[in-house]
């Protein structure tokens, strides 16, 4: 018989820190947010995400958020709202990621991985997104009152 592969693991997730940058409209609403897609090199290299990566050791997630925006798209961030969390499992990895909502930062936005960075509304039209990305866009449509499909492929 062979393991069920949605069955979880007792694999100790690993902690990712990932950022929703949200854009205001001229009303204040929330509207549009960035996504990024992964880099050449990287599992799931092509698949679009939100920006973030792993916590280094004694790192809290807002100090990990800031320097993996810093290094991947040359802006500082301001500060960050916790949002939510997920645990993901991966055949190559599982992960807790945990969700920060930030509104307020500096800098130019440079692709410094050669990433490609959208700035995106819902329906997402940026594909393939990433499995981790599909709760957090039903998330924002749920914020949103957006009824329908999220994102395409
Ligand atoms: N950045 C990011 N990672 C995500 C998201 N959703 C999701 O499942 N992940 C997973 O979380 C992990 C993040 O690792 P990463 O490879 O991006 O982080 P990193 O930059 O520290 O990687 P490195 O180890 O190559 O330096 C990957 O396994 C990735 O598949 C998301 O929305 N954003």
Known sequence: MSAD????????????????????DAEGHEADFLLT?????KVYAGYWE????????????????RRELQEELGITIGGSQPWQE?????????????????????????????????????????????????PVLQWLAAERGFAEVTHRG
Do not use: C
Not at 37 to 41: F, I, L, T, V
Not at 50 to 65: I, N
């Open 37 to 41: 897609s992964r880099p050449e090199g």
């Open 50 to 65: 939100f920006p973030g990566g792993k916590l280094e050791a004694g790192e809290t997630v807002e100090q990990a958020l």
């Open 86 to 134: 997920l645990v993901m499992e991966y055949p190559h990895a599982k992960v807790r990621l945990h969700f920060h909502k930030v509104f307020e930062w500096t800098g130019e936005f440079e692709m410094r991985e050669q990433q490609s960075m959208a700035w995106e509304r819902l329906p997402v039209s940026s594909m393939p997104v990433l499995p981790g990305t599909i």
């Open 5 to 24: 592969p949605h069955a979880p693991t007792n694999r100790v997730p690993v902690d990712v820190a990932v950022g929703v940058l949200v854009r205001r």
